[in-house]
């Protein structure tokens, strides 16, 4: 059975979009979104180091021919400095898909939801296909497919925390009145994480940390694959509804008496 | 004897990344990114505030006081 992930028209294989950031090097880096089959990477933009600008690039070691380069505002305070950061991602050439994100306060990281929407009109009208990190708020999620966007991203858990999916009857009001993508965006910690958000209907689920943190990242990488594909299928093939007391799985006709 | 290739080097300032630089005057974009050694397919490099497309690095001239950001794509999630 064919299954897609589908952000503005175009369709993806997996539903597993992952970061690039805190991996030990490139290499690592590379060989962990392999294992992890993602076809959507995200990305920061920086500056580059003037006194050593030579260094490798992380384009070097994912093709962006192979990969859909999603670029992030992370580290953006201001609605300003967000619209800046995708304006700068989009003449690299990488296309028109920007993950917006900004954050309100550095020890949540929780967004600035204001200044998320504002950015979000902004870009909208600039043509950005707009995928924005949001708080597991279903008004706020609303709101911003009423703007445009593209997908709706709320965190499962503060970014890098681990925690899982904290607010699932959240996550679920956003999905029942979504009809664009939700996808479960920061705070994944394991496996099953990854699992229940696809058991829950979502249709996607971006990590970082979870994988690049983890003791054996590329392994971690695998296990993220393999959870999405079990929740997925679990949720496509519907599961049982919970019940308090037994029901035997056995017959009970043909029974010794 | 002090070598005499300086007599000929005037010298212009302007900001990189945050960063005082004094570079030759008549520089352009692309000539400063070959100067430093930056592939410009990889990079992406604002102006005052503007953003340069890649075809005009080369028609673009640097002026004294400029300010630039030069930027790439770094690890994120």
């Known amino acids: 059975m064919e299954d897609f992930l589908q952000i503005a028209g175009t ?34 933009v ?7 600008p030579n260094k490798e690039n ?32 989009r003449e690299a050439g990488v296309g028109k898909m920007v993950k917006l994100e900004v954050i309100g306060d550095d020890k949540t990281l929780f967004p600035d939801i204001l200044a998320t929407l504002e950015a979000a009109k902004i870009l909208v009208k600039e043509g950005f296909v707009v995928l924005p990190y949001i708080n597991d708020d279903p008004i706020t999620a609303k ?5 445009g966007c593209a997908a709706v991203m709320p965190l499962a858990a503060p970014i890098g925390s681990g925690l899982g999916i904290r607010n699932p009857y959240n996550i679920r009001i956003i999905l029942e009145h979504a009809t664009v993508p939700v996808i479960v965006d920061a705070g994944v910690g394991t496996a099953s994480d990854a699992a229940m958000a696809m058991e829950m209907g979502c249709h996607g689920v971006l990590m ?22 079990a929740g997925r299928k679990a949720y496509l093939a519907g599961r049982i509804p919970k019940k308090l007391y037994a029901t035997a799985s056995t017959p009970l006709d043909g029974i010794l008496s | 004897m002090v070598a005499v290739d300086t007599v000929f080097f005037v010298p212009m300032k302007i900001k990189i990344n945050g960063e005082e630089r004094e570079i030759v005057a008549g520089l352009s974009i692309g000539g400063l990114l070959e ?7 990889r990079v ?10 890649r075809d005009a690095y080369g028609g673009t001239m640097l002026s004294e006081g400029d300010t630039l950001e030069i930027v790439h794509f770094v690890g994120g999630g």
């Open chain 2, 35 to 41: 100067q430093m050694q930056i592939r410009p397919g």
């Open chain 2, 44 to 53: 992406v490099v604002e102006r005052n505030r503007n953003i340069i497309s």
């Open chain 1, 46 to 52: 920086r500056r580059v180091n003037i006194t050593d």
């Open chain 1, 143 to 147: 709101k911003l497919e009423d703007i």
């Open chain 1, 58 to 89: 992380l384009l070097d070691y994912l093709d962006p021919k192979k990969y859909t380069i999603l670029p992030n505002t992370a580290g953006c305070y201001t609605a300003e400095d967000a619209v800046r950061t995708c304006r700068l991602a």
């Open chain 1, 11 to 44: 369709h993806y294989r997996s539903r597993l979009i992952v970061g690039t950031g805190k991996y030990k090097d490139f290499v690592e880096t590379k060989q962990a979104i392999e294992v992890s089959g993602a076809e959507v990477v995200t990305v920061a």
């Open chain 1, 208 to 229: 970082n940390t979870a994988i690049a943190s983890a003791k054996n990242p590329i392994l971690m990488a695998e296990a993220m694959r393999l959870g999405i594909e």
